[in-house]
């Protein structure tokens, strides 16, 4: 085992530029919530030349507010969901062995103003080892990094015995995954594994130098209105 680690650890780092220049396809994509079409195309081209078995799909939304995993957020803007697809990549394995599902989310936060950028926020341009664009480490690093470890541990001639489901999903964080119809659409339709990882760099100063065993997800609430205000003074 130890072997076969050492094998594709030398093999990615023997092609660092082509994983660096796969996240620069991603980041000059533009993809904020509702425009993750074109992006998610790409990645779907990039796992069928893998050899895996594609799935590119939109949610059910309608189905999904009846699964018990739904979380409701009451939103000021409505996105449609037509457009916006998944896309789950799945290689089988030989038998016999678990299964391992790898995610990470294909949207970005927006831009905001373009004078505060020292980089374009699309060029994925590097300075000083950094990597600038909106959308590098939240989430189009995660991305990254689990295609081109499958991609490495396949170059390499390895045969995992369980089967690999690779995720890219809608995030939208601030819409809840139910309502975004992400990873919780994905497991509607059946994409369930033994384990996962979720890979989303930016979570933590140290990348995924920290992986967390479990996570409570994203908590959302809402604070209520009142019609008055009191204010008391305290001497």
């Not at 760099?201 to 209105?225: C, D, Q, V, Y």
Request: hydrophobic share 40%; proline share 4%; with cysteine.
């Amino acid at each position: 085992m130890q072997q076969h680690i050492e094998e594709v650890q030398r093999y990615v780092e023997d092609r660092k530029e082509d994983v660096v220049n796969f996240l620069k396809e991603l980041v000059r994509i533009p993809s904020p919530v509702g425009r993750e079409l074109k992006v998610q195309k790409h990645i779907q081209r990039r796992l069928s030349s893998m050899g895996l078995d594609v799935d590119l799909f939109e949610a059910d939304l309608e189905a999904l507010r009846n699964h018990p995993g739904h979380t409701p957020v009451d939103i000021r803007e409505h996105i449609e969901i037509k457009g916006r697809p998944n896309v789950a990549g799945t290689l089988k394995g030989s038998g016999g062995g678990r299964s391992l599902i790898l995610a990470a989310h294909v949207d970005h936060l927006p831009v905001g103003s373009r004078e505060l950028w020292k980089h374009d926020p699309f060029a994925g341009e590097i300075d000083a080892g950094r990597m600038y664009g909106r959308g590098v480490a939240n989430d189009k690093a995660g991305i990254a990094i689990m295609v081109t470890s499958l991609e490495a541990i396949l170059q390499c001639g390895l045969e995992p015995k369980g089967n690999i489901v690779l995720i890219s999903a809608l995030g939208g964080r601030d819409f809840s995954e139910g309502e975004s119809g992400g990873l919780l659409a994905c497991a509607a339709k059946g994409y369930r594994a033994d384990a996962a990882l979720y890979l989303h760099p930016h979570e933590a100063s140290t990348g995924l130098g920290e992986i967390a065993i479990a996570s409570m997800g994203a908590l959302n609430f809402k604070m209520p209105r009142t019609s008055r205000v009191q204010a008391r003074s305290v001497s």
